[in-house]
């Protein structure tokens, strides 16, 4: 009788079908480093190979069976022991039995459900995995495998704008205007601030995008701030009937689209935030949320009508539409 608990008799590697034509993308891990993962959309399938190479060949290798696992889970760092799972997909490769020599075991999870986009934050990590295990008496032998989500949304057309107030009775009035209330991440946001009446002196302006972080719930919720852009947009005092133009561009900014309650476990939202300084360094605050989403833009033409069931779900049918003839349109072009 053979005991191997003193070390692995077999290396297991999992190989994606589509690794060398599929897209990466760079994703920040727990430590603030990025890595680049191999990136996936709802709705598309996965699937590949796992690869189990004895150590010594010739030498026999009992388990209890071989599977691979999808995951998709949610993990609070306050809660370290348990991980959330959202999505859970098992497939056996093979029955309990014996292995005598190296195999590989195909596998394929048609059309996997992936509601959520892979995010790292303060508080939160909300990850997708692959797993496989030789399961054995003594001690399972596995191999994760980390992928990217993102999730693609459309927007109707009708996006209204933000008009804002900033006042302070008989001392300052100014109205500020944005272009939109919805944004995609590469998007500019185009806006314009008028001074009404200007009776303190403000000797600094300028605009903010926070991200707040929000996680837990009832009396264990958490917040976290995260200042990710500031835009200054006057250093000096403006005049009454002044205006002053506001461009700020998104591209260059790290930033995941807007996640409202995801999984009743964690939000991500994102405010653009007006700050006025006077001379005597009182500061004046005027919040609004915006909306983040990512553009569909679409690589594969396989993959342009999955790659939009995220829109469907999120936005209805109507949104769907127009998703599908966006990705045929940049196919096209």
């Not at 709705?43 to 189990?52: D, I, P, Y």
């Not at 002053?244 to 309650?261: K, Q, S, V």
């Not at 005597?280 to 553009?295: A, G, N, S, V």
Request: with cysteine; proline share 2%.
């Amino acid at each position: 009788m053979s005991f191997f608990s003193f070390g692995q008799s077999a290396e297991i590697d999992v190989v994606l079908n589509d690794a060398e034509t599929r897209k990466k993308a760079e994703h920040k891990t727990e430590d603030g480093k990025k890595d680049k993962y191999f990136l996936f959309y709802d709705g598309e399938t996965v699937s590949g190979k796992v690869n189990v190479t004895l150590k010594n060949p010739g030498k026999r290798l009992e388990h209890q069976g071989i599977k691979i696992e999808f995951v998709g889970q949610i993990e609070l760092y306050y809660d370290r022991g348990n991980h959330h799972e959202f999505v859970s997909l098992v497939k056996d490769l093979a029955r309990p039995g014996e292995i005598t020599q190296s195999q590989t075991f195909d596998f394929e999870f048609t059309h996997v459900e992936k509601p959520y986009e892979s995010y790292t934050g303060q508080n939160v990590k909300l990850r997708y995995f692959l797993r496989a295990t030789v399961s054995r008496r003594m001690n399972d032998i596995s191999k994760e495998m980390d992928i990217v989500v993102h999730t693609l949304s459309t927007y109707p057309e009708l996006n209204s704008s933000i008009k804002m107030e900033v006042g302070i009775e008989d001392c300052l009035h100014i109205e500020f205007e944005y272009n939109k209330s919805k944004y995609h991440l590469k998007d500019v946001i185009v806006g314009k601030i008028y001074f009404l009446l200007v009776r303190i002196k403000i000797k600094h302006m300028e605009i903010d995008i926070i991200k707040r972080e929000t996680t837990g719930t009832g009396p264990s919720v958490y917040h976290e701030n995260d200042t990710i852009a500031k835009y200054e947009i006057m250093d000096g005092a403006p005049v009454r009937g002044e205006s002053i133009p506001i461009r700020l561009f998104l591209a260059g900014y790290e930033m995941t689209p807007t996640m409202r309650d995801i999984n009743k476990k964690f939000s991500v939202r994102y405010y653009l935030n007006l700050v006025l300084i006077d001379e005597e360094e009182r500061r004046y605050f005027k919040q609004q949320e915006i909306t983040l989403w990512r553009k569909g833009d679409v690589v594969r033409k396989s993959m342009s009508q999955q790659a939009v069931i995220g829109a469907q779900r999120f936005e209805g049918s109507a949104a769907s539409e127009s998703a599908l003839e966006q990705a045929a349109r940049e196919e096209s072009g």
